[in-house]
């Protein structure tokens, strides 16, 4: 069992940065591979990053490339997503999710095992 909690979200003006953070609670943590998901109002939620159970591999969807990036403290149980040269478009509210399975990665949130209850990014033009 995974508990995760986001925390850091806002409001930033265009071409700002935000850092998401999402503390996960549970022994196991470090076998999991972690995910950030975003879903804006009346959109479907869509997949953000990953990154493995060592943080040694990221993946990033092609609208956030070059611009967000994933990170995990294994020894601290806790995820991170810096957020540079943000767009109104990532408006969203951004979720923490948990993978138990394999092989990695994962893009589908239907494939992800715990959640996090999300936090607020609003980028203002």
């Known amino acids: 069992q995974v508990q995760l909690v986001e925390s850091g979200g806002g409001l930033v003006q265009a071409g700002g940065s935000l850092r998401l953070s999402c503390a996960a609670s549970?022994?196991?943590?470090?076998?999991?591979?972690m995910g950030w998901f975003r879903q804006a109002p009346g959109k479907e939620r869509e997949f953000v990053a990953t990154?493995?159970?060592?943080?040694?591999?990221?993946v990033y969807a092609d609208s956030v490339k070059g611009r967000f990036t994933i990170s995990r403290d294994n020894a601290k149980n806790w995820v991170y997503l810096q957020m540079n040269s943000l767009k109104p478009e990532d408006t969203a509210v951004y979720y923490c999710?948990?993978?138990?399975?394999?092989?990695?990665?994962?893009?589908?949130?239907?494939?992800?095992?715990?959640w996090g209850q999300g936090t607020q990014v609003t980028v203002a033009s």
């Open positions: 999710a948990a993978d138990a399975g394999s092989p990695f990665p994962h893009y589908s949130a239907r494939e992800y095992d715990y």
């Open positions: 549970g022994r196991i943590f470090s076998s999991y591979a």
């Open positions: 990154i493995n159970w060592s943080g040694r591999r990221t």
